[in-house]
């Protein structure tokens, strides 16, 4: 080979090197050998000249990192002007127990002022919005219609319409976006844990839903908001998206993550989904189960301060496996371990020890009714079908990445 060539062999390979360590350095996970995730938050250079000379808030937490660092500190030290920061459920840094308040406060390293949207009011007031320019929504959801960022955001959306406040979106990859299930919710099981007609497994990115939002009016009097997004890199519905933080207290991990839309039924039950232990949302059981072989003790920890039944002893099962290994390639939920769960009960008037909160978290009362009606998975499964096969026409409409079929 002659000099030449090796020449530029060696450049031609240094150059490669440089964008392989360059993609690394950013919050990024593995779609394929050859390509990374970039997420809408790292990419700064197609936001920052939006952001520069406006007085911006926030709308953040503990998953709004960018190359490890978090949002509000790398815009403060690009020089931008950040007025406040407002926060959704379990607070700033994550850690606050699921449905407890939170309240306004000063974030101690940069002095800004932190406004809660899980207090008082869900919703930003015109005062916190006074003079702002810009809001920035920041927030790594779970897609799952229950989980509350979304309400959050549609709260956020609907203040900014009022006010005549753009919002930037940074979006941020979905990993339940594999796959969309579940019942369709009725209008008036309408809740803070559920805002929209949709199914409890959407399979929609936070920028894809907020058009969605905007699109099918659901802001109050079909007010629209001025929207714009950053969208992920080499993403599509098929990616594989392992969370880098945890966006709440009990998804610790993408097992939990997995697990969590089939589980989280569990919660108006008498069966603890094991808050209160270092596995929840990847076990299930209650102290007069008499099934399964695994046992667990909840006790008071940082995301569930009064567990359920803490210090008892609850029997059931362990789906961590299950869902690392399994859950990707189910692409739909999981009811059998309720539906095992109530009809091995021996008490089964008292199994729905929260009626009201079940059917809110379903969206109907239909799926409850089914399962006391011992209806199997495959024939409550069925009577979704055409509600879905409804969805997935309209999401279609807003997607912003390839679609996972």
Known sequence: MSTP??????????????????????????????????????????????LKDKKLALVVNQTSQVSGNHLVDTLISLGVNV??????EHGFRGTASAGEKINDSLDSSTGVKIFSLYGESKKPSESMLRDIDLVVFDIQDVGARFYTYISTLHNVMEACAEQ?????????????????????????????????PIPVVHGMTIAEFALMINGEGWLKDGIQCDLSFITNSNYTHNSIYHLPVKPSPNLADSSAIYLY????????????????????????????NLKGDFHFSPTSNEGAKKP????????????????NKEFFSVHGLHLDWL??????????????????????LAGSNKLRLDIINSKTAAEIK????????????????????????
């Open 83 to 88: 007025e406040c920061v407002m926060v959704p």
């Open 339 to 360: 539906i095992d769960m109530y009809q091995s009960s021996t008490n089964k008037k008292e199994f729905f020890n929260r009626p009201d909160f079940f059917d809110l």
């Open 261 to 288: 839309p089939s589980l989280c039924f569990f919660e108006g039950t008498v069966v603890s989904v094991g808050r209160g232990t270092e596995s929840a949302f990847k076990i299930i059981g209650y102290p007069e």
């Open 5 to 50: 060539k090796v020449s530029k062999y060696i450049i031609c390979l240094s150059l490669c090197l440089l964008k392989l360590y360059a993609c690394q350095s950013q919050t990024e996970v593995s779609v394929n050998p050859t390509q990374k995730i970039i997420l809408g938050a790292d990419r700064t250079q197609e936001y920052l000249s939006i």
């Open 308 to 323: 359920r039944y803490e210090s008892e002893d609850c029997r059931g099962l362990n789906l961590e496996a299950f869902g």
């Open 382 to 405: 069925l009577s979704w079908k055409d509600s879905i096969d409804d969805f997935k026409k309209t999401r279609k409409k807003y997607l912003l990445y390839p679609d996972f079929e």
């Open 164 to 196: 005549n406040i753009p919002l930037l979106v940074l979006d941020r990859p979905n990993p339940n976006g594999f796959y969309v299930d579940g019942p369709v919710l009725e209008p008036k099981f309408e809740s803070f844990i559920g805002l929209h």
